[in-house]
């Protein structure tokens, strides 16, 4: 059985960090790794992939505000989220796609219970 968990959230202030992790069990292999962000009452977005090999896709909303990472080793994905504003405030999710490379924006498997990320001005 496949399990993603998240961690990392809480509260922050505008222009403040955190740091996500996911950690993945059960799961022998995963080819893509992604972030999504959700906010109430809309779709998840994508905000962040990064295949087994290090190659990484970032969504306009965060660029250069986040860095992805992902430790094959730990099977756990990171993110790192610098200068937050108000807007990110979201729930975010953890995502794990076995076969399917990140570029080929697949229909992610494996789905974690989300971590939720506050950020006042």
């Known amino acids: 059985q496949v399990e993603l968990v998240e961690s990392g959230g809480g509260s922050v202030q505008a222009g403040g960090s955190l740091r996500l992790s996911c950690s993945a069990s059960?799961?022998?292999?995963?080819?893509?790794m992604a972030w999504f962000r959700q906010y109430p009452g809309k779709e998840r977005e994508g905000v962040a992939s990064?295949?087994?090999?290090?190659?990484?896709i970032y969504a306009s909303s965060m660029k250069g505000r986040i860095t992805i990472s992902r430790d094959n080793a730990k099977k756990t994905l990171y993110l790192q989220m610098d200068s937050l504003k108000p807007e990110d405030t979201a729930m975010y999710y953890c995502?794990?796609?076995?076969?399917?490379?990140?570029?080929?924006?697949?229909?992610?498997?494996?789905w974690g219970q989300g971590t939720q990320v506050t950020v006042s001005s």
């Open positions: 059960g799961l022998t292999y995963s080819t893509c």
């Open positions: 995502a794990a796609e076995p076969l399917v490379t990140c570029g080929m924006a697949p229909l992610m498997q494996y």
């Open positions: 990064i295949d087994r090999d290090g190659s990484t």
